[in-house]
């Protein structure tokens, strides 16, 4: 490649004056790629020039179809809801005075110009029907009726005089069209506010045109005998009024003549800049001397470079990139191996290298051999002469250039060891402390108040959160995203208020374990606040989980041991009442037998004996089963389907349901499941469904409706009844008590209501009563 290019370097320099030609041919060509560019920048500079002009006057238009806007607006606002101006000519004359533009104001109720200011000069259009008036004039009403927004008719020729647009805002009373309000502008005055003025610039001429809504042709109204289609132009359009407004160049050649000195100065340089050529080559010849004397000046600079290779503060080699063999060392790299330059200079370079370092090492030069990096820096270890070994820093690059064959390459080696040794003390001292840090019985932590972006953390989290050391660290809000949803507020507020600098705090949360179990933490933390430097946070969380459990299974227990108490009391209240009671029977009976004159007597009484005897027993079942239910820790609860039991006491009722011919109206899901004791609710549904049937209005068949829903996310099974219903205000307080009976039935005892409320406190639930005498009761029974 190097020899064909010298080559051609020669043949280029034996012939100057072709070489010149050549060269004037493509630096014309250069030339005229930019001269093309300028043409492109000039025309471009036209077309902004046309662009602003057109911007100007458009803007100016803009702003008189806003003025107009506004006066029609006002002028609509004199019309009152009936339909009849106020105060017309004052309004109107303000108007006029402020907006000198304006020819007239007028409004037209009902397409017929009524009110006209001023009056002089505008007689003629008083009365004028729109609709009646020329077809083009229709159409346009119509349109402007369509729209319902602001149209301008024209340019017209005026039935006043002369040539306006006429601007109409259709007006609406109660959705019902009413007229127009409209404002006339001479076409000349439109012009000179917006600046179309052809006299104004030599080059650039407007033009104004509309499309006829009859003929469909564009009208132009402007005298300017141009063709714009055939033009360099520009154009903006106004839909206010359908109109079209156009910037014309009337000088094409213009920007040809602009560049034509550009062309001239081109050519004139292509020419100079050949002569110059061909005078430089001719000198060629007497720079090749100037490069033999270089020649000899890089010789010397070469033996200065050897100097600095030998005497340099760092190790240097020249190795065969191919064998490895050591080539060439400095003085520096022998000191640092400790051997000679000669038994240096008999090794390979992998000798030296420490074996465990050789496999990265050889992977980076095989990338330097293929081209895929030109140079790589490293550091690792070496073996000394000694066997001792020692860190250097080395650049390896390589001799050839790219694309060429791999040949020689350089070792530059940096003695590194006594950095690495202080690094080494530097990671044991890390460990150790590390180490002691992962000992603690808890979480120790640190993190950003500012940005919640945890630091540093110890492995402590994983035995007690589950979480990695990185997988932590690596959360975007440090631990709020691991919080109990019930602690987040609460947590956020206190980290942003509570957190004081200097001091520790101590907080107990709740937060959620990698697999989803609640971890009760004790977090003692610490601001730290140092200079320049953001507010950091240090702490160790303890997990307390064991203690929160003890604290609750202990409130647990003394809740049910003071709810065992007081039922306990309760019902030595009720024991003593029901025994003293038949005792005071007993005592009595007792005393009539030994007073009893006749054997009759003593019979007759010992029956009675018999009787409050039974009674007693009676009452002692009784009290038995409502210690069982109040003295019962471990209930045994278990899924049960609600709709089962349901069917279950429907059935064993079902000889009372047919004697009485009652009702049934059973809405209770398949599906639903309650985590209840069997007996219990077995118990319960009999009691409510016979209680029911029992109680049942004598002059009508009995209707029981039984349902069950949610409610603030309690299970509750609701069952009415349309039976004799009960007086809550005067029952109310003695509804659940023993032995209470309310209706007077023979068969009642007093003791169902109270036993099933038993039961389902001891569940965790209650039940509550609505009644209304005569017409029925609803029981709702809310499960825990």
Known sequence: MDKKSSKLSIWFLSRPKRTGAIFFLVLLTFISLIVMQRYQLFKENKQNQLSNILEAAEKNIEQSLKNSYTVALTLALT??????????????????????????????????????????????VLNLDLFKSVERTVLEVNKTIQSRKMYFQGPVKLTQGGIGVVGRLPLYINNKFWGFSAVVIKLDVLFKNAGIDNSKYEHYKFQFSKINELTKKEEFFLPLNIDVSKEISKSVVFPDGDWKLYIINTNPYD????????????????????????????????????????????????????????????????????????LEVNQYLCNFLGYSKEELMQKKIKSIIYPDDLAEDGILFKKLLSGQ???????????????????????????????????????????????????????????RIESLINTIDGIVWEGDLATHQCSFVSKKITDILGYGVEEWKSSPSFWIDHLHPDEVTHMKAYLGQY?????????????????????????????????????????????????????????????????????????????????????????????????????????????????????????????????????????????????????????????????????????????????????????ILLNLVSNALRYSHPDRKPVITLTCFEEDGQQVLRVSDNGVGID?????????????????????????????????????????????????????????
């Not at 490069?291 to 000899?296: C, D, I, T, V, Y």
């Not at 690495?420 to 530097?426: G, N, R, T, V």
């Not at 008590?737 to 639930?765: P, V």
Request: aromatic fraction near 8%; proline fraction near 2%.
């Open 373 to 431: 990096i030109r140079q790589f820096n490293k550091e690792e270890r070496y073996l000394k002469k000694d066997g001792n070994l020692i860190w250097g820093n080395v650049i390896i690059t390589p001799l050839w250039n790219e694309g060429e064959e791999p040949n020689n390459h350089i070792v530059i080696v940096e003695d590194v060891t006594k950095r690495k040794e202080e690094e080494q003390l530097i990671i044991d001292s890390q460990k």
């Open 255 to 326: 920007t040809w003549l602009e560049i034509l000195s550009a062309i001239i100065f081109g050519f004139g340089l292509a020419i100079l800049s050949t002569y110059l050529l061909i005078k430089l080559l001719k000198k060629q010849a007497l720079l090749q001397v100037r490069f033999r004397n270089q020649e000899s000046k890089l010789i010397d600079t070469e033996s200065k470079f050897k100097k600095i290779f030998d005497h340099a503060a760092i190790g240097i080699a020249r190795v065969n990139s191919i064998t490895g063999q050591i």
């Open 79 to 124: 019309v009152n809801n009936d339909g009849e101006p106020i105060n017309f000519e004052g309004v109107a004359e303000k108007l006029i005075k402020s907006n000198p533009d304006l020819q007239a104001v007028q409004l037209v109720p009902n397409g017929v110009i009524k009110y006209v200011y001023p009056y002089k000069g505008n007689e003629k």
């Open 499 to 683: 957190i004081s600098a200097g001091k520790q705090h101590d907080a107990e949360y709740r937060m959620l374990a990698k697999d989803g179990t609640v971890v009760w933490i004790r977090d003692i933390v610490t601001v730290i606040e140092e200079p320049d430097q953001p507010t950091k946070l240090r702490g160790v969380m303890i997990d307390i989980t064991s203690r929160k459990e003890a604290e609750t299974a202990l409130n647990k227990s003394f809740t049910l041991v003071t709810e065992q108490n007081k039922r306990l009391l309760n019902f030595s209240y009720i024991v003593s009442h029901n025994l003293r009671s038949h005792a005071s029977n007993i005592q009595g009976i007792s005393a009539l037998i030994e007073s009893a004159k006749t054997e009759d007597d003593r019979d007759e009484m010992i029956q009675l004996l018999k009787t409050v005897a039974g009674n007693l027993n009676e009452t002692l079942f009784n009290l038995n089963n409502i210690v069982n239910i109040q003295t019962s820790i471990d209930t045994v609860v278990e899924p049960l389907n609600l709709s089962v039991y349901i069917a279950k006491t429907l059935a064993t009722q079902n000889a009372q349901i047919l004697n009485r011919e009652a009702q049934i109206v059973n809405k209770i899901g398949q599906d639903i499941v309650i985590n209840y004791n069997k007996a219990y609710l077995e118990s």
């Open 728 to 784: 809550l205000n005067k029952h109310g307080s003695k509804m659940f008590g023993i032995y209470q009976t309310f209706n007077g039935n023979a068969d009642a005892r007093g003791l169902g209501l109270f036993i099933s409320k038993n039961q389902i406190e001891s569940m965790g639930g209650k039940i509550d009563v609505e009644s209304n005498p005569g017409k029925g009761t609803t029981f709702k029974i809310y499960f825990k």
